[in-house]
């Protein structure tokens, strides 16, 4: 059993940037792969990015990719997304989710989810 909590989210003005964090419980955190998702109000969860474990590949949407990282330390069981030269169309609820094995973009296929957090994009 894996739980997952984000925080760090919160309001920021477009141009700038926030950096979210998701706290694993679970001795076996760093043989999964982390993801990172966000829906925005009528909109379907997306993809944002995914760390695999094994090389510690990353993996970006396409609208996110050169503004976004993603990244992972093990020793505090804890996935960040540093988000760069945020635009309004960033504005969503973030969740933070996990996987046993390799690196997927469905949401279908991870295993366990936090709650989410709201980063709110300003003009």
């Known amino acids: 059993q894996v739980q997952l909590v984000e925080s760090g989210g919160g309001l920021v003005q477009a141009g700038g940037s926030l950096r979210i964090f998701c706290a694993a419980s679970?001795?076996?955190?760093?043989?999964?792969?982390m993801g990172w998702f966000r829906q925005a109000p009528g909109k379907e969860r997306e993809f944002v990015a995914a760390?695999?474990?094994?090389?510690?590949?990353?993996y970006y949407a396409d609208s996110v990719k050169g503004r976004f990282t993603i990244s992972r330390d093990n020793a505090k069981n804890t996935v960040y997304l540093q988000m760069n030269s945020l635009k309004n169309e960033d504005t969503a609820v973030y969740y933070c989710?996990?996987?046993?094995?390799?690196?997927?973009?469905?949401?279908?296929?991870?295993?366990?989810w936090g709650q989410g957090t709201q980063v709110t994009v300003s003009s």
């Open positions: 679970g001795r076996t955190f760093s043989v999964y792969t």
């Open positions: 760390y695999y474990w094994n090389g510690g590949t990353t």
């Open positions: 989710a996990c996987r046993r094995g390799s690196y997927s973009y469905t949401s279908e296929a991870y295993d366990y």
